[in-house]
């Protein structure tokens, strides 16, 4: 049994390499971009690198759509703690510039502000110049957030009209989380297991697709495609010659647990292994003109998206509801031992839930790339999300994932309303802690006493 | 390549401040995980809320360095009760996806420039332990023993850190083995038996769930105050699983366990490290395979695949007894 384990470990492994392979290829290690809430740094406490030291920012502003421009031909100087000038460099057209210093030590980063473009400000005056310490081999990113206009920041349109985008993108952000956490919450519910590891699956339908698309200039459409269906055979392959496996061990479910971060913790560093720790776009679909619906503006890409996780989920719905599978995933979910003593095969359901969950979850992660970007850690950005929409409706059910995902969607975009964007996730997660609270079985839960 | 130096380097990362950190912080995670069941997913939140309160009550209050220790520790005594109150009740699971959480709201929160005034943003903050490098005894020069050499910051660090892992070591042992520590123990086994005993459960897992963290805490004041800076970016989720492979490496639910799980993790880390930047160096791994700045991510890939490897074939770890084990349970 424990060769089986080590024989589709090594397989997966060798898959994912393989298909990271062809994404490195290409990929010239110099650029970071940051996003805008996200972090792209993993630290450790005193990590050696004999790399040197250097540092590198990004000029970024949001237009008047909430969309992130980045901004070129910025002049940058560098000073050490003397005074003296290490170097001037201007940002890329991806508004990043980076220099590499002599040494540890103190320096400043000093904007000069007549290279702005017209119109373009620092939101905050006194980061025209930065100060800041390096230590040995230290990396550091400098954020420079812009604004459009020289005060107020914000445009001028109405309090209405801003609540309504950010409903619409709410809901299409919603409904990218629902189809990622679908999955999540139907593998706990039939194996109870908690997959930490399920945030890979996201980036991996992902990167797959990303590999077809950029490396190997397939189609986006094909690739996406093609990524689909080699994350469903991915998450069949993982629960029959992985997952199975330990269960038929009596591996417990807390060491399982244990076992998905570890999977996870071992693929994510994979993909950044090969793919990169900074984002990347798909081919196609990048730059697109929104279409205007009232105040709102949307581009093809995302209404395109939007829609079709609508019908992807109303489809998952009635397969719940009205086929033969369907009934016995619920019913698996339901009460393990009494489907199996009713003649449904348990571990077919699991293998299925476990494939359509990773069909579910690539979906999604392209969807994500598409009108984000595709990263290596952003199914793990996503999977907290995942938990906090699952935990809202109601761990274990599929229905509740779906009205949870959308729930904490749409809180986390209008919680800028009133508070800074940077704390969109802090937002949403606050609301899991305050659910476990006040409802602890979710909204479409039941309530299960424990003490 | 220069093996004296690889294995010099192993070597005393086994007692450098790192292996320290993760020491007392799995010694925290060992009363959650190993003695009470607890899942804590988030014990870096608990070492970034020691760090903060510590740095930051310094800082804004001219507390003196031990009062802002005390303050650190108190906020991780809050922290503790915050996360607790709403998941200590629930299944397992809930406390490991909350703690996780808070973990990163605590790190998004810090980082965030609105709060750059106080926090420090994402440059942190510095320059709050000036009285730690006057307290230090020991005259400038260098000390150690064999080959192994510190300079006398380090060695201060060093000394006062491995007090710091004797004294939780010995205060885990004494409550461990007290009658209190044998209700945590039947708490991992059989909560329901327990409370059909008339044991106020809820209270008892609090109780563990605030030592645990106060260790942790006590970790991440112990990791600023040494560092002199305190930073977001060291606060990312895979530091908790550092420690986790550290307590299940050396032995869940064993006193010595998180030590040495902690000194052998370093090592063999530090090694690896050495030896892949060695081999580059020395062309001996060609860097079209294998780029420098890639062995940071050998690392967290190793230490995934040793979280799989360690818990399919030996849960139990170095020191563990496979009958005292959560792992197996349910």
């Not at chain 1, 209404?303 to 998952?316: D, T």
């Not at chain 2, 690889?6 to 070597?11: A, E, G, Q, T």
């Not at chain 2, 995934?304 to 009958?323: N, S, T």
Request: one cysteine or more; proline letters at 3%.
């Amino acid at each position: 049994m424990t060769n089986k384990v080590v024989a589709l470990g090594a397989l997966l492994v060798a898959l994912v390499l393989g298909a990271a392979a062809a994404a490195g290829a290409q990929e010239p290690p110099t650029t970071t971009t940051t996003a805008p809430g996200g972090t792209t740094e993993t630290t450790l406490a005193g990590q050696p690198s004999p790399t040197g030291e250097s540092v590198r920012g990004t000029m970024f502003y949001n237009d008047e759509n909430d969309e992130k421009v980045l901004v070129a031909d910025v002049e940058v100087r560098i000073d050490d703690a003397a005074g003296n000038e290490i170097a001037t460099v201007t940002t890329d057209e991806e508004g990043v510039f980076q220099v590499a210093l002599p040494g540890p030590g103190s320096y400043t980063a000093t904007i000069d502000p007549d290279t702005l473009p017209d119109g373009i400000s620092m939101r905050d005056k006194d980061r025209l110049t930065l100060s800041f310490d390096m230590s040995t081999g230290q990396t550091r990113n400098l954020l420079y957030p812009l604004q459009s206009g020289e005060g107020g920041g914000r445009s001028s349109s109405s309090f209405f009209d801003r609540a309504l985008r950010l409903l619409v993108e709410g809901i299409r952000f919603g409904l990218i989380i629902a189809m990622c956490a679908i999955g999540l919450s139907l593998i706990y519910g039939t194996t109870g297991l908690t997959n930490f590891a399920h945030g890979e699956m996201v980036t991996f339908g992902a990167i797959v697709a990303w590999v077809f698309n950029v490396t190997w200039h397939w189609p986006f459409i094909a690739s996406a495609i093609i990524a689909i269906l080699i994350s469903i055979a991915m998450g069949f392959g993982l629960d029959r010659f992985f997952w199975r496996p330990l269960r038929n061990r009596g591996t417990g479910l807390i060491a399982m647990l244990v076992i998905a971060i570890g999977l996870g913790l071992l693929v994510r560093y994979m993909f950044q292994f090969q793919f990169g720790g900074f984002n990347e776009a798909y081919r196609q679909y990048t730059l697109q003109k929104g279409l205007k619906f009232g105040p709102v503006t949307i581009v093809p890409r995302d209404l395109i998206g939007m829609g079709l996780s609508i019908l992807v989920l109303v489809g998952v719905a009635t397969f719940l509801q009205k086929t033969r599978m369907g009934k016995a995933m619920r019913a698996v979910a339901d009460n393990k031992d009494l489907a199996e003593s009713s003649g449904i095969d348990v571990d077919r359901v699991i293998g299925f839930v476990w494939a359509s969950g990773a069909g579910l979850a690539a979906l999604g992660g392209i969807l994500q790339g598409l009108s984000e970007q595709v990263s290596f850690q952003m199914g793990f950005q996503l999977l907290l999300l995942m938990f906090a929409g699952v935990t809202l409706g109601g761990l274990g059910t599929a229905y509740g994932a779906l009205v949870g995902s959308l729930v904490v969607g749409m809180a986390m975009e209008l919680s800028s309303l009133w508070i800074p964007t940077e704390f969109k996730t802090v937002v949403a997660l606050s609301i899991l802690i305050i659910v476990l609270l006040v409802r602890p079985q979710g909204i479409l839960g039941q309530a299960e006493r424990v003490g | 390549m220069n093996w004296t130096r690889i294995f010099d380097n192993s070597l005393s990362a086994a007692i450098r401040p790192n292996a320290i950190i993760f020491a007392i912080s799995a010694i925290g995670l060992n009363v959650h995980f190993g003695y009470t069941g607890l899942l804590n997913f988030g014990q870096v939140g608990f070492l970034a809320i020691g760090g903060y309160g510590a740095a930051i009550s310094v800082l804004q209050w001219n507390f003196p360095l031990w009062l802002g220790w005390l303050f650190g520790l108190f906020c991780a005594m809050c922290w503790a009760l915050l996360l607790g109150y709403p998941t200590l009740r629930l299944r397992a699971d809930y406390l490991a996806i909350v703690t996780i959480a808070a973990g990163e709201i605590f790190r998004l929160s810090v980082m965030a420039p609105s709060f750059r005034e106080v926090t420090g943003g994402s440059d942190g903050l510095s320059g709050f332990n000036n009285d730690w490098r006057s307290l230090n005894p020991l005259p400038d020069g260098e000390y150690g023993i064999g080959f192994l050499k510190f300079s006398a910051a380090e060695t201060w660090s060093i000394l006062v850190g491995w007090t710091l892992v004797l004294l939780s070591v010995l205060l885990v042992y004494l409550l461990i083995r007290s009658p209190w520590g044998r209700v945590l123990k039947a708490i991992r086994e059989d909560e329901d038996a327990v409370r059909a005993l008339g044991k106020n459960v809820f209270a008892y897992k609090m109780q563990s769930l605030v030592l645990g963290g106060c260790l942790g805490a006590l970790a991440g004041i112990y990791f600023v105050t040494q560092q002199a800076s305190v930073v977001p970016s060291n606060y990312s989720t895979a530091q908790t699983f550092f420690a986790y492979v550290c307590l299940i490496l050396g032995g869940t639910a064993r006193i010595w366990g998180p030590v040495i799980g902690s000194m052998i993790f370093w090592a063999i880390i530090t090694f690896t490290d050495n030896f892949l930047r060695q081999a580059i160096d020395a062309g001996y791994i060609s860097g079209s395979l294998l780029d420098p700045n890639q062995v940071g991510q050998v690392r967290l890939m190793l230490v995934g695949l040793g979280l799989i490897l360690l818990l399919v074939f030996r849960p139990q770890g170095i020191l563990g007894d496979r009958r005292e084990l959560m792992l197996e349970a349910r």
